[in-house]
């Protein structure tokens, strides 16, 4: 919703498990990045430049920014988030966030103006990813996914 917000927190949470998961994502998009430049060797960004990502903060600058026309990561962060746009949905739309997801702040969906067509949904737990409130619900679906299914069911007719 809004990611100049987002990534402050993400910054914030690069300890712990925040470290392990950004890993995992930037090593995913170096790899994306080099193979971008290998089918288009003019893409607007140097190999060498890839050397020094370790964060989403520098790939954002180095690859996402340059290659979407963006001035830097700050602009893109800005232009691309959501949040100011939210008050001209016009079809149904449904937010669910966790409170307890230690990446992605809640207080942006929270406090974002939103148009009459906008449901918000903060479920209390859930995390980053998945929704997941017992282990049981990697199988079922957790309450998150049913809610969203409903949604459909009632908007979808």
Avoid at 51 to 58: F, G, H, N, P
Avoid at 109 to 126: D, M
């Amino acid at each position: 919703v809004d990611l100049v917000v987002g990534m402050r927190a993400f910054d914030d949470a690069r300890r712990g498990v925040g470290m392990v998961y950004e890993r995992l994502i930037v090593r995913s998009l170096l790899d994306k990045a080099r193979a971008l430049k290998r089918a288009v060797p003019d893409a607007p960004f140097h190999l060498a430049e890839l050397v020094e990502v370790r964060d989403l903060r520098a790939f954002d600058e180095a690859v996402t920014a340059p290659c979407n026309g963006f001035v830097d990561a700050h602009d893109y962060w800005t232009r691309v988030s959501v949040a100011p746009r939210l008050t001209d949905l016009t079809l149904p739309t449904l937010l669910i966030h966790a409170q307890d997801d230690n990446i992605v702040p809640v207080a942006p969906i929270t406090a974002a103006a939103v148009s009459r067509h906008v449901e918000r949904r903060v479920r209390p737990s859930g995390g980053h990813i998945g929704f997941v409130d017992d282990v049981r619900q990697l199988w079922t679906g957790s309450g998150a996914v049913r809610e969203a299914v409903d949604f459909l069911r009632t908007h979808l007719r």
